[in-house]
């Protein structure tokens, strides 16, 4: 309700700009310029609001919807309308009650409340008074403590989430404030800072401030405090992206209310093109020149998830303390329910650019909702936890990277090079295939099927492939232990779900390790544990170290899952007397091992013998893949597992059985053209896929070669000990790990992409309980040896940019 309809229609403040128009006439000039002042000769202070003046609204008629719905929910807690107050110091300037009064205010309105770093009254008090959450804006000071401290305070008061003000290195130039000279008034400071030097805002900043501060900072307040962290900020697509990549909760779209640098974008004016960079990634919010309800309705049609109402609150207070500020979020609130109500748009989430110019939709049934990260439906937490988990977003990531930066050098995707492919030969491999059949006496008709029809869950070319490894590996198993899969990562899948039974099981992992098998575990709620590898690698005390802790623990480890060789991400090797040791650990611990080798017939040289080939005691689980040696588009892995399995009633089988009966149930078979084009390529080749491969590995190999003699030549020695820069040197396989002097992040890597044009996967993908910040995986195997030249140098001047 108005004041002026409080009063019985006397005339009193009805919109915003009344309640500026007050509060002006009731605060000294240095005050009011202070608050209303922008930097430089403010044109984006004016540029703000007649951005939002330029809007104009297609109304809609006879809707029959009834009253708007303005609720919102963003952050996991839902907000009257999609509106916030936003930070801002001192409202103690106001209203002696300062804080606490907006936050009493706020919490009735049921809207959140950003409270400044500078705020006049104490986090604690604030908190009391209010019913609404309450975020932190967080300025980071040079002396880290103090922000620490600051964090830890909020913190315990009950604040939700932290708001990292990052387009304040300093304040800006504010022209009002030099030409008054402007002071604090007596008794105004920081009630959540300790110190001095607090009178003239802009000395203080640039005394304290963090000028320095880079996207690093995220990590560093994640270490500080579980709650979450949004950027507030951000003016391009670029640094969008940048925040979503460093780990940011949220977005704030601010050009700091015009008061930073001069003569930036209007917030609205940008925002379109933000939403579009952060795809609903996580809460964009924008702040900067909301003067009415209608305001807030433009900026969700444009993108926007919520707004933050700054300069307008403070007006309220002035006017008329804790209710001035209810009213005027009332007022807000009201406007906006009119406009949808105009528009006809029945609820927050179906407001859209059409709303306000964009292209009408077609003729025909209403458009869907749009899909708004605070909208009410589906709650990404009430689903199953693996879809918020970091590791499997992080093939996603690089995905988007690399399609975003199309004419970057990628060392990430570990997929082979493309010139070995001739699509001509997928017709060949099918006709070998099906004459295969007819040599072997299959009819016309058992033709057909084999192609058209499932088949076997278990496969139909277990027989080839069973052929395949006694050629090439030695490994003499009979075609029934054999499942075939889509690709190694259902292998991967059967194989962790059918060992691991309960919440003792434990699965363990060599660490760094390959993040499919990671993935597969959080899918289906297992805990991996990790065995962090040496510096030269895999290390049987320190697996068996880890059997026993997990046993101390009344777990049960099952199964260890390791590749042996040329490994994904490391590129290192396990040596035959550690494989013969790590086969003696497990029989004496009665473990099974899963070994997943896909990169030996693509290396050049002799190979060290597969655990499988010297597995007596049947404790290796054989994963494999002809993703890397035949092509990756059939998708055609298997798993060998011919451990006995002994029902309660004394009946014998084999693990494969049992896998078999599970993947029955996720894929049903794995695609009859896929394995005939598998099954022609090894007939092709009796059998010998390192016949098939003599000529990749060697490509392969000379790709490692020529990346290590670049990283020396772009990296001399001396360079490379004085700046902490240290690579390992593989003898086959795809990748190879680089360690820098710096966190090697989604962050950097972003910045690398953009700036440097060369894409790298971080090291921490694959640790999964932490680790490898500072490292980053190359893998060589998909350029050529040119662009592996190119990258190369294009990699050392970013690492030589980020180091310093």
């Not at 930036?264 to 990634?281: H, R």
């Not at 075939?484 to 060992?499: N, P, S």
């Not at 090797?573 to 473990?591: K, S």
């Given at each position: 309700m108005s004041a002026g309809a409080a009063n019985g229609g006397a005339p009193g403040p009805?919109?915003?700009?009344?309640?500026?128009?007050?509060?002006?006439?009731?605060?000294?000039?240095?005050?009011?310029?202070?608050?209303?002042?922008?930097?430089?000769?403010?044109?984006?202070?004016?540029?703000?609001?007649?951005?939002?003046?330029?809007?104009?609204?297609?109304?809609?008629?006879?809707?029959?919807?009834?009253?708007?719905?303005?609720?919102?929910?963003?952050?996991?807690?839902?907000?009257?309308?999609?509106?916030?107050?936003?930070?801002?110091?001192?409202?103690?300037?106001?209203?002696?009650?300062?804080?606490?009064?907006?936050?009493?205010?706020?919490?009735?309105?049921?809207?959140?409340?950003?409270?400044?770093?500078?705020?006049?009254?104490?986090?604690?008090?604030?908190?009391?008074?209010?019913?609404?959450?309450?975020?932190?804006?967080?300025?980071?000071?040079?002396?880290?403590?103090?922000?620490?401290?600051?964090?830890?305070?909020?913190?315990?008061?009950?604040?939700?989430?932290?708001?990292?003000?990052?387009?304040?290195?300093?304040?800006?130039?504010?022209?009002?404030?030099?030409?008054?000279?402007?002071?604090?008034?007596?008794?105004?400071?920081?009630?959540?800072?300790?110190?001095?030097?607090?009178?003239?805002?802009?000395?203080?900043?640039?005394?304290?401030?963090?000028?320095?501060?880079?996207?690093?900072?995220?990590?560093?307040?994640h270490s500080i405090s579980s709650l979450p962290v949004l950027v507030k900020g951000i003016l391009t697509p670029a640094d969008a992206r940048r925040a979503v990549a460093a780990g940011a909760a949220g977005i704030v779209v601010s050009n700091h209310g015009g008061r930073q640098l001069d003569a930036?974008?209007?917030?609205?004016?940008?925002?379109?093109?933000?939403?579009?960079?952060?795809?609903?990634?996580?809460p964009l919010i924008v702040d900067g020149g909301v003067r009415r309800g209608s305001d807030v309705l433009a900026a969700l049609a444009l993108g926007a998830d919520a707004v933050l109402l700054g300069r307008p609150v403070l007006h309220g207070l002035v006017?008329?303390?804790?209710?001035?500020?209810?009213?005027?979020?009332?007022?807000?609130?009201?406007?906006?329910?009119?406009?949808?109500?105009?528009?006809?748009?029945?609820?927050?989430?179906r407001a859209g650019p059409p709303l306000v110019g964009g292209p009408e939709p077609a003729s025909g049934p209403p458009e869907p909702p749009r899909i708004r990260t605070g909208a009410a439906g589906l709650r990404r937490e009430e689903l199953h936890g693996s879809v918020s988990d970091p590791v499997l977003d992080t093939m996603n990531f690089l995905n988007e990277v690399t399609h975003r930066y199309p004419d970057a050098v990628s060392f990430a995707p570990g997929r082979p090079y493309d010139g070995f492919f001739d699509t001509e030969d997928v017709f060949t491999y099918l006709r070998r295939y099906l004459d295969h059949l007819s040599e072997q006496g299959a009819t016309p008709e058992q033709v057909r099927s084999a192609i058209f029809q499932y088949g076997p869950t278990a496969g139909q070319i277990r027989e080839l492939v069973a052929d395949?490894?006694?050629?090439?590996?030695?490994?003499?198993?009979?075609?029934?232990?054999?499942?075939?899969?889509?690709?190694?990562?259902?292998?991967?899948?059967?194989?962790?779900?059918?060992?691991?039974?309960?919440?003792?099981?434990?699965?363990?992992?060599?660490?760094?390790?390959?993040?499919?098998?990671?993935?597969?575990?959080?899918?289906?709620?297992?805990?991996?544990?990790?065995?962090?590898?040496?510096?030269?690698?895999?290390?049987?005390?320190?697996?068996e170290a880890a059997i026993l802790a997990e046993r101390a623990r009344g777990r049960r480890p099952r199964a260890f899952y390791v590749i042996p060789d040329h490994s994904n991400p490391?590129?290192?090797?396990?040596?035959?007397?550690?494989?013969?040791?790590?086969?003696?650990?497990?029989?004496?611990?009665?473990?099974?091992?899963?070994?997943?080798?896909?990169?030996?017939?693509?290396?050049?040289?002799?190979?060290?013998?597969?655990?499988?080939f010297l597995d007596r005691q049947r404790r290796v689980v054989h994963l494999g893949s002809y993703s890397k040696t035949l092509f990756p588009g059939t998708r055609v892995g298997f798993v060998v597992a011919d451990q006995t399995v002994i029902d309660d009633a004394g009946n014998t089988g084999l693990l494969a059985d049992e896998l078999a009966r599970i993947k029955s149930m996720l894929t049903v078979n794995t695609s009859p053209v896929s394995q005939a084009v598998t099954a022609g390529m090894l007939l092709s080749a009796d059998g010998r896929t390192s016949e098939l491969n003599t000529r990749t590995a060697a490509y392969y190999g000379d790709a490692m070669r020529v990346t290590l003699r670049e990283l020396e030549r772009r990296f001399p020695q001396a360079e490379r000990s004085a700046l902490g820069i240290s690579w390992n040197e593989p003898t086959g396989g795809f990748f190879l790990a680089l360690t820098v002097p710096f966190r090697a992040d989604n962050a950097a890597l972003e910045r690398s992409a953009e700036e440097f044009g060369v894409i790298w996967t971080p090291m921490s993908y694959f640790f999964p309980q932490g680790g490898g910040e500072s490292g980053l995986r190359l893998s060589v195997s998909y350029l050529s040896h040119e662009e592996i030249v190119d990258g190369v140098d294009r990699l050392a001047r970013f690492v030589r940019a980020h180091a310093h």
């Open positions: 009805y919109t915003l700009a009344d309640y500026a128009t007050l509060a002006r006439a009731g605060m000294g000039q240095d005050v009011w310029d202070f608050w209303e002042g922008g930097a430089g000769e403010e044109r984006t202070l004016t540029a703000n609001v007649e951005a939002y003046d330029r809007v104009r609204f297609r109304p809609r008629v006879l809707t029959g919807m009834g009253r708007p719905d303005t609720t919102t929910r963003i952050l996991g807690r839902s907000w009257a309308a999609p509106v916030g107050v936003a930070p801002l110091a001192y409202h103690t300037l106001a209203d002696p009650a300062g804080e606490v009064a907006t936050a009493g205010a706020a919490g009735r309105a049921g809207l959140p409340f950003v409270v400044s770093t500078f705020a006049g009254r104490t986090f604690e008090d604030i908190a009391r008074a209010a019913a609404a959450p309450l975020w932190l804006q967080v300025y980071c000071f040079r002396d880290r403590d103090t922000t620490r401290a600051l964090v830890e305070r909020a913190e315990r008061a009950g604040f939700e989430a932290l708001v990292l003000t990052a387009d304040a290195p300093r304040l800006g130039r504010r022209l009002r404030d030099l030409r008054n000279g402007f002071q604090l008034p007596e008794g105004i400071a920081p009630a959540n800072l300790t110190g001095v030097g607090f009178a003239s805002p802009a000395d203080h900043a640039l005394a304290e401030f963090d000028a320095a501060l880079d996207w690093e900072v995220i990590a560093w307040l930036v974008p209007a917030t609205l004016d940008v925002l379109p093109e933000i939403a579009n960079a952060v795809q609903g990634a996580c006017v008329g303390g804790e209710a001035g500020v209810e009213q005027v979020l009332d007022t807000v609130i009201d406007e906006l329910a009119e406009t949808m109500t105009f528009t006809g748009t029945p609820s927050v989430d395949s490894l006694r050629k090439d590996e030695g490994i003499d198993v009979p075609p029934a232990s054999v499942v075939v899969t889509v690709g190694c990562q259902e292998a991967m899948f059967l194989a962790v779900r059918a060992l691991i039974s309960g919440p003792e099981d434990v699965l363990l992992a060599s660490s760094p390790c390959y993040v499919g098998i990671t993935g597969a575990a959080r899918l289906l709620d297992v805990e991996v544990r990790a065995v962090e590898e040496g510096e030269k690698g895999f290390d049987c005390a320190a697996l490391s590129g290192t090797t396990v040596t035959l007397p550690a494989r013969l040791e790590l086969l003696d650990l497990a029989e004496r611990h009665d473990i099974l091992l899963l070994e997943d080798s896909p990169y030996r017939m693509v290396s050049p040289g002799e190979q060290v013998p597969t655990l499988k």
